[in-house]
């Protein structure tokens, strides 16, 4: 498990994906989660051979990896309910100055 994620739930592409996804191959992992920002490097440098046993899925917000993870699972639709709607975060055109 490898990653990150912004302060509003975002989840940001991560670096030496390549290495990681055949770690996983040779491990027997069948499932991968990552960011959708990674899908070209993905796409571009795992080997075929590779990819054909591995099941993608390429994520944005946690809400989603949530989702995934807990496939079929009641919790799944209770994690869907309560997390707050995700949204961009503010530019600094924006933003509220605060008064002294």
């Known amino acids: 498990m490898t990653g990150e994620l912004s302060l509003v739930g975002q989840v940001l592409p991560v670096g030496g994906l390549k ?3 055949l770690a996983a191959h040779r491990a027997g992992i069948t499932t991968i989660l990552a960011p959708s920002a990674n899908r070209p490097d993905i ?3 795992v080997p075929e051979s590779v990819k054909t046993g591995i099941r993608f899925v390429f994520v944005d ?3 989603q990896v949530l989702h995934e993870v807990f496939k079929g699972e ?5 994690w869907k309910e309560t997390l707050p709607q995700l949204t961009e975060p503010a530019t600094s055109e924006g933003a ?3 008064s002294p």
Do not use: G, L, V
């Open 19 to 21: 290495e990681k996804i």
């Open 43 to 45: 796409e571009e440098n």
């Open 61 to 63: 917000d946690i809400r």
């Open 74 to 78: 009641s919790i799944a639709e209770r």
């Open 96 to 98: 509220q100055k605060s």
